[in-house]
């Protein structure tokens, strides 16, 4: 039930911020009417913002990781 409530939940979501989504429901089209995708659309462009500068960032740190391990490998041959 949670899982159900949390996939309709991210469903609505994506119809409020990209009109253009195949899954619009009758939620998210009285929400657009009430106009709560004005509110909710800059707070999901924040939010997918810092997410990518976040997993950019581990991403690079991760691959720093690997070559500096590399390079020791070599180096202790």
Do not use: D, W
Request: glycine share 2%.
């Amino acid at each position: 039930m949670i899982f159900g409530f949390l996939f309709y939940s991210l469903t609505v979501m994506a119809a409020l911020v990209s009109p253009a989504c195949p899954l619009q429901t009758p939620i998210s089209m009285i929400l657009r009417i009430l106009r709560i995708n004005e509110v909710l659309r800059p707070t999901v462009i924040l939010a997918s913002r810092y997410l990518h500068q976040l997993i950019t960032r581990r991403l690079l740190e991760r691959s720093e990781g690997v070559a500096i391990a590399v390079k020791q490998l070599r180096c202790s041959h």
